[in-house]
């Protein structure tokens, strides 16, 4: 749900913003727009600076990322042989460049 909303967020973002402007164009000057967003940015930064921390945990993210590369290498050393070269390092391409 949260990805979606990501991606749209941006181009939604623009679209409002020149809509915005094109309306205060007609009553007040081009630069209200700015002004306008600088308030929004400022209670949505606001409003991220009194989350309470248990809602960001990165502890717990990194900890999900270790054990995911972790399964990945696991899994990379029971690929079988690639090339014939008798060398198993040859199916990891990062290992590669490190080999040059």
């Known amino acids: 749900m949260l990805l979606p909303i990501t991606f749209l967020s941006s181009p939604l973002g623009v679209i409002t913003g020149f809509t915005m402007t094109?309306?205060?164009m007609s009553y007040?000057?081009?630069q209200v727009s700015f002004q306008i967003q600088a308030?929004?940015?400022m209670v949505a930064g606001l409003i991220?600076?009194?989350v309470p921390s248990e809602?960001?945990?990165v502890d717990i993210v990194q900890a999900q990322l270790t054990a995911l590369e972790k399964?990945?290498?696991q899994m990379h050393?029971?690929?079988p042989e690639i090339g014939g070269?008798?060398?198993k390092r040859n199916v990891n391409l990062k290992e590669n460049e490190q080999d040059d």
Do not use: Q, S
């Open 39 to 41: 308030g929004i940015m």
């Open 71 to 73: 399964k990945r290498d």
């Open 22 to 24: 094109y309306y205060l």
């Open 77 to 79: 050393d029971k690929v």
């Open 28 to 30: 007040a000057k081009w």
């Open 85 to 87: 070269t008798g060398n």
């Open 55 to 57: 809602y960001i945990e």
């Open 48 to 50: 991220f600076a009194f």
